[in-house]
């Protein structure tokens, strides 16, 4: 038996996720591993992450995010490479 109506998959290709949309305003939030990530600007923040003072459309935090996150290694991964160097 069916249990699906027929207007799903209508319904499920018109949502589209807010990541996914350009006309979209975010945040650029930072976790403790100074990892950046975007997140809507109307969403309260997950825990663990913390606004950074950037917010605009998607395509301006991205670049953003691109200028500031140099180094992809997470914060404890770094510390404990230098440390190994001293």
């Known amino acids: ?9 209508t319904r499920r290709a018109a949502m589209t996720s807010v990541f996914d949309r ?8 930072v ?5 950046y990530s975007i997140w809507p600007d109307y969403k309260a923040i997950p ?8 917010s605009g459309f998607k ?3 991205l ?3 691109e200028e500031v ?4 290694r997470p914060l404890s991964l770094r ?4 440390a190994q160097t001293a």
């Open 1 to 9: 038996m069916n249990w699906h109506s027929s207007t799903e998959p």
């Open 22 to 29: 350009e006309d979209s305003v975010f945040q650029v939030v």
């Open 31 to 35: 976790n403790h591993e100074e990892q």
């Open 47 to 54: 825990n663990g992450w913390r606004t950074v003072g950037k």
């Open 59 to 61: 395509k301006e935090c």
């Open 63 to 65: 670049a953003y995010i």
């Open 69 to 72: 996150w140099t180094d992809m």
């Open 79 to 82: 510390q404990k490479m230098e």
